[in-house]
């Protein structure tokens, strides 16, 4: 549903088309949360194993002291339960200011920053 470029910069850059910005709304009014949402958009990239979003509140995998919603490039599963970024590591940094979901919405495309 959503479709992702890699910025010249390393940034990710998720971009939405008006019939999954309408479905984006009808998740809002049905009270879903911002990381269903992009977890939701996001569902066709992840299910292959590539641009998985996670709450990094959670602390698996642990990123550092934040509750940014992030993206990881490829997220593995060890045997114990934890979870591994595997390559590059992407998170919204204003998420305490600006929903993500409704700037994807308002704007069709939202940025996530490269962490590493």
């Not at 309408?22 to 977890?39: A, F, H, M, P, V």
Request: aromatic share 10%; with cysteine.
């Amino acid at each position: 549903m959503f479709s992702v470029e890699v910025l010249p910069n390393g940034n990710l850059k998720v971009m939405a088309g008006n019939e999954a910005r309408r479905w984006i709304k009808e998740e809002q009014e049905n009270e879903r949360c911002s990381d269903t949402i992009l977890s939701g958009g996001m569902e066709h990239f992840w299910t292959n194993g590539s641009y998985e979003p996670f709450d990094a509140g959670q602390a698996n995998p642990f990123v550092g002291l934040t509750c940014a919603p992030c993206i990881a490039e490829t997220l593995d599963v060890l045997d114990n339960g934890d979870r591994e970024i595997v390559g590059r590591l992407w998170h919204f940094d204003r998420y305490q200011v600006t929903d993500p979901m409704e700037e994807l919405k308002r704007t069709g495309h939202v940025v996530f920053s490269l962490a590493h």
